[in-house]
């Protein structure tokens, strides 16, 4: 279980989140949404250990989370992947420098890149990838080392509308598969109901939890869904309540 507790992040005296507190069970998916400049992304990079707190806690199985040190992933909005590497040495990359054996880290490129759907395109340099395969090569990169949280900010933001409801789907298959704990932050209130298992939904800094929402929604879900439709008519209003 991941566990944040009474947390609190200032910068230059001005207070961005404040006395955060929730507990993500191992496994589940669970999206955080809120208007821009709210503190989304602060959030994710505390728990990556990109930001310290200004107080509070965050636990994984009841021990300090100490971040990027393997426990977990982190995949960006931006691609960040390695211009002169191909789509499986990108991938690769994290397991050398672990220093994973050469023939181990083939085998498990090869898995990842059957996952994401990359087979005909390993051979491939980032700038002959679509937006849509260049995610894919980064969520690939991060699976790779088998991190055990996944936190993934607005991931799919720069992507078409038809490209990100496919990628959608495609991270519900890979996480259905690999039953990682995952953070997902969106500004999208349809992506949110339609991936996760909870949606936590942040007000305007300094930042609290305005409401912690479970979708009692069985998958593969439809977006048309009268259900999805309801909830979507309730986050929006909490979210523009600011």
Same mark, same amino acid.
């Given at each position: 279980?991941?566990?944040?507790?009474?947390?609190?992040?200032?910068?230059?005296?001005?207070? @961005? /989140?404040?006395?955060?507190?929730?507990?993500?069970?191992?496994? #589940?998916?669970?999206?955080?949404?809120?208007?821009?400049?709210?503190?989304?992304?602060?959030?994710?990079?505390?728990? !990556?250990?990109?930001?310290?707190?200004?107080?509070?806690?965050?636990?994984? +199985?009841?021990?300090? /989370?100490?971040?990027?040190?393997?426990?977990?992933? =982190?995949?960006?909005?931006?691609? !960040? /992947? =390695?211009?002169?590497?191909?789509?499986?040495?990108? %991938?690769?990359?994290?397991?050398?420098?672990?220093?994973?054996?050469?023939?181990?880290?083939?085998?498990?490129?090869?898995?990842? %890149?059957?996952? @994401?759907?990359?087979?005909?395109?390993?051979?491939?340099?980032?700038?002959?990838?679509?937006?849509?395969?260049? #995610?894919?090569?980064?969520?690939?990169?991060?699976?790779?080392?088998?991190?055990?949280?996944?936190?993934?900010?607005?991931?799919?933001? !720069?992507?078409?509308? #038809?490209?990100?409801?496919?990628?959608?789907?495609?991270?519900?298959?890979?996480?259905?598969?690999?039953? +990682?704990?995952?953070?997902? @932050?969106?500004?999208?209130?349809?992506?949110?109901?339609?991936?996760?298992?909870?949606?936590?939904?942040?007000?305007?800094?300094?930042?609290? %939890? +305005?409401?912690?929402?479970?979708?009692? @929604?069985?998958?593969?879900?439809?977006?048309?869904?009268?259900?999805?439709?309801?909830?979507?008519?309730?986050?929006?209003?909490?979210?523009?309540?600011?």
């Amino acid at each position: 279980m991941l566990e944040v507790r009474n947390l609190r992040k200032e910068f230059d005296g001005s207070v @961005v /989140l404040d006395n955060i507190s929730f507990r993500v069970p191992e496994g #589940q998916f669970l999206c955080i949404i809120g208007r821009s400049g709210c503190g989304k992304t602060t959030l994710l990079r505390l728990i !990556a250990g990109l930001e310290r707190p200004t107080s509070g806690e965050i636990l994984w +199985k009841g021990e300090p /989370l100490k971040g990027l040190d393997g426990s977990v992933g =982190f995949v960006f909005q931006e691609y !960040a /992947l =390695f211009p002169w590497r191909t789509a499986e040495k990108n %991938i690769e990359f994290g397991l050398e420098i672990k220093g994973i054996p050469k023939e181990e880290r083939k085998r498990i490129v090869d898995h990842y %890149i059957e996952l @994401v759907g990359l087979k005909d395109a390993r051979k491939k340099y980032p700038r002959e990838l679509s937006g849509g395969m260049r #995610q894919r090569v980064a969520i690939a990169r991060v699976l790779a080392v088998d991190p055990e949280i996944l936190l993934m900010d607005e991931p799919f933001g !720069a992507l078409d509308a #038809q490209t990100r409801n496919l990628m959608q789907t495609e991270l519900l298959r890979i996480w259905e598969r690999e039953h +990682k704990t995952v953070l997902f @932050v969106t500004h999208s209130v349809d992506e949110a109901l339609f991936l996760a298992d909870r949606v936590i939904v942040l007000s305007m800094p300094p930042a609290k %939890i +305005k409401e912690d929402i479970k979708i009692n @929604v069985e998958r593969p879900r439809k977006r048309t869904d009268p259900r999805l439709l309801e909830l979507r008519e309730r986050v929006l209003k909490l979210i523009w309540e600011g």
